[in-house]
T-cell receptor
Framework: GIQVEQSPPDLILQEGANSTLRCNFSDSVNNLQWFHQNPWGQLINLFYIPSGTKQNGRLSATTVATERYSLLYISSSQTTDSGVYFCAVLRDAGGTSYGKLTFGQGTILTVHP | NAGVTQTPKFRVLKTGQSMTLLCAQDMNHEYMYWYRQDPGMGLRLIHYSVGEGTTAKGEVPDGYNVSRLKKQNFLLGLESAAPSQTSVYFC???????????????FGQGTRLTVV
């Protein structure tokens, strides 16, 4: 099956700093999502981005499907950005995937005040 | 619009006990999923359903059963709980329309299960 690797595994920042998280995947994908798991364990949808670039406030994401990677940018980080960031992909070869996602292992982000 | 709701949020079981986790979605989605999350790992798919009355095995199905009697509900059952099933369980749904780009998944808040 498809492999998803995220880097770095851990990231510690001071409030106000910028960061870039990376997601590499081993095959072409039909869907790619970025999630934030907050300290209470909730998974929050950040971006649905199989290709191209999207922005939402201080966060933006870019997926270069032909090169099999996606980047999540966090600018002017805040303590509330702390948590785990997951990348998840869907590869739908032949229309039989039924939306099943394969997750990376996540990047643990800690933002200090 | 509540999205995806899981009950209970927390549970402690003794080895050998049984329980059912309930997932409800109000988005009229066709597809529903159960994932588990273990420390240091991403989420792994347990079972999924592509419509009312259907279920299928995912990556780690052993020890679990599921049912989808109504489109909006997806139940995950543990018949005889084991310590290895201590985990955080997430339910998710996606539209399942088959239209290109319409595959975004939405997750519930999770159920933290401890088996002692």
């Amino acid at each position: 099956g498809i492999q998803v690797e995220q880097s770095p595994p851990d990231l510690i920042l001071q409030e106000g700093a910028n960061s870039t998280l990376r997601c590499n995947f081993s095959d072409s994908v039909n869907n790619l999502q970025w999630f934030h798991q907050n300290p209470w364990g909730q998974l929050i949808n950040l971006f649905y981005i199989p290709s191209g670039t999207k922005q939402n406030g201080r966060l933006s994401a870019t997926t270069v499907a032909t090169e099999r990677y996606s980047l999540l940018y966090i600018s002017s980080s805040q303590t509330t950005d702390s948590g785990v960031y997951f990348c998840a992909v869907l590869r739908d070869a032949g229309g039989t995937s039924y939306g099943k996602l394969t997750f990376g292992q996540g990047t643990i982000l800690t933002v200090h005040p | 619009n509540a999205g995806v709701t899981q009950t209970p949020k927390f549970r402690v079981l003794k080895t050998g006990q049984s329980m059912t986790l309930l997932c409800a979605q109000d988005m009229n989605h066709e597809y529903m999923y159960w994932y588990r999350q273990d420390p240091g790992m991403g989420l792994r798919l347990i079972h999924y359903s592509v419509g009312e009355g259907t279920t299928a095995k995912g990556e780690v199905p052993d020890g679990y059963n599921v049912s989808r009697l109504k489109k909006q509900n997806f139940l995950l059952g543990l018949e005889s709980a084991a310590p290895s099933q201590t985990s955080v369980y997430f339910c998710a749904s996606s539209p399942g329309t088959g239209r290109t780009g319409d595959t975004e998944a939405f997750f519930g808040q999770g159920t933290r299960l401890t088996v002692v």
